[in-house]
């Protein structure tokens, strides 16, 4: 440290903004951009805001999902829709990589139904061959409760609706069957409990993974003009050739861990720069 004027001393922005320098493209931005501060930011927000809003004039399904977005709110809808955004901001990247995939989102769900649906009838089918263990030693008839589980779990097979899942879900993922009785005392009288709980074990598999893909495409649905906004809002900033500070740290962490030209980046910096002091 005997000669401070080889010293860079700068910012986190400012620092980032020479890293973009030497890769503008490779992060996804033009090398003429310029910085625009809060205010500026925040008039794009409002005109990719009133983009997304007009859309739903003529889109009904837009305005539906704008709709049950805003219902209930008291603050003003552009003010509301403005701090929902601002607050999933940080979940962009997730929520448009959904997006990408949204067909094998649903696709997905549509398969693991199918093959919930197969293990809901092996169950049926197991109860109704080993009905002997259903039967109650006082009546000699099937379980009351057991017997309303199953006619749940058939309603189910026959119309596989969200609203016809909901008791699959509290029957299998809430407690477990094998926690209520009536299903232990079952069980307790097969005399050979491996095939129910293959069966039992497979629907909790499958009940599990479709209420990820579920809370996915719940995502997808709901969300879709926030993320829609978010388009817009990136595409009107690209085409004007500005860059707010929050945007500088997004693409400087883009091209540091997703860039194909990274390594070339590393390299670049490692020869010009030997040590990074971070004060605070």
């Known amino acids: 440290l005997n000669n401070f004027s080889d010293l860079h001393i700068s910012t986190f922005h400012s620092l980032f903004a020479s890293f973009l320098s030497c890769i503008p493209f490779a992060a996804g931005i033009m090398p003429d951009?310029?910085?625009?501060?809060?205010?500026?930011?925040?008039?794009?927000?409002?005109?990719?805001i009133d983009g997304v809003l007009d859309a739903a004039r003529v889109d009904k399904q837009v305005l539906a999902m704008l709709t049950e977005l805003v219902e209930q709110q008291e603050k003003p809808v552009k003010t509301y829709i403005d701090g929902l955004y601002r607050s999933l901001v940080p979940w962009m990247p997730y929520l448009e990589n959904l997006t990408q995939h949204e067909g094998e989102v649903r696709r997905a769900l549509d398969g693991l139904n199918e093959e919930l649906i197969g293990y809901l009838k092996s169950l049926?089918?197991?109860?109704?061959?080993?009905?002997?263990?259903?039967?109650?030693?006082?009546?000699?008839?099937?379980?009351?409760?057991?017997?309303?589980?199953?006619?749940?779990?058939?309603?189910f097979i026959k119309s596989p609706?969200?609203?016809?899942?909901?008791?699959?879900?509290?029957?299998?993922?809430?407690?477990?069957?094998l926690g209520?009785?009536?299903?232990?005392?079952?069980?307790?009288?097969?005399?050979?409990?491996?095939?129910?709980?293959?069966?039992?074990?497979?629907?909790i598999d499958h009940l599990q993974k479709q209420v990820t893909m579920l809370s996915d495409r719940e995502l997808l649905i709901h969300l879709k003009p926030i993320i829609e906004i978010h388009k817009q809002f990136r595409s009107e900033k690209q085409k004007a050739s500005v860059l707010s500070f929050d945007d500088i740290e997004f693409f400087t962490q883009q091209a540091l861990t997703g860039s194909p030209e990274t390594a070339y980046l590393y390299f670049k910096l490692g020869s010009e720069m030997k040590h990074l002091m971070i004060d605070e």
């Open 161 to 177: 609706d969200a609203r016809r899942l909901e008791p699959i879900l509290e029957y299998f993922l809430a407690e477990g069957i």
């Open 33 to 48: 951009y310029k910085i625009i501060d809060e205010a500026d930011e925040q008039l794009i927000l409002m005109q990719a």
């Open 124 to 155: 049926l089918g197991f109860v109704h061959e080993h009905e002997y263990a259903a039967l109650t030693k006082s009546t000699g008839k099937c379980n009351k409760n057991l017997e309303r589980m199953l006619d749940k779990i058939g309603d």
């Open 180 to 203: 209520k009785k009536y299903v232990s005392d079952f069980v307790g009288r097969l005399e050979n409990s491996d095939e129910f709980h293959r069966i039992n074990d497979g629907i």
